[in-house]
């Protein structure tokens, strides 16, 4: 079974930045990828960037490209998100999740994930 852990959320002014952590555990993770996804209030869950565990290789929203940054360590099995010059826009819970693949495409819909973590709040202000 696999587990997600995210940390790292918190409260920060407009302008600053975050590191997310997922601390992933439970398979070998060669054939996964691995996305972060955020949901703010009365909003639909959104997808925020993937990276692929086997080469590194890596796909980012629009609204996050340029600003946010995903990385693996495969050493300790955790996928970070380097969050800067974040806005109260991207005030949200943001998840971790994967999927296993074979292929090399990237997915962006929640209900292409199998596994989810708990979530973590991350709050900007104005």
């Known amino acids: 079974q696999v587990q997600l852990v995210e940390s790292g959320g918190g409260l920060v002014q407009a302008g600053g930045s975050l590191r997310l952590s997922c601390a992933a555990s439970?398979?070998?993770?060669?054939?996964?990828?691995m996305g972060w996804f955020r949901q703010a209030p009365g909003k639909e869950r959104e997808f925020v960037a993937v990276?692929?565990?086997?080469?590194?290789?890596?796909y980012y929203a629009d609204s996050v490209k340029g600003r946010f940054t995903i990385s693996r360590d495969g050493a300790k099995n955790t996928v970070y998100l380097q969050m800067n010059s974040l806005k109260p826009e991207d005030t949200a819970v943001y998840y971790c999740?994967?999927?296993?693949?074979?292929?090399?495409?990237?997915?962006?819909?929640?209900?292409?994930?199998?596994?989810w973590g708990q979530g973590t709040q991350v709050t900007v202000s104005s």
């Open positions: 990276i692929s565990w086997r080469d590194g290789s890596l």
């Open positions: 999740a994967a999927y296993s693949s074979a292929s090399y495409s990237y997915k962006v819909r929640t209900d292409e994930y199998d596994y």
């Open positions: 439970g398979r070998t993770f060669s054939r996964y990828y």
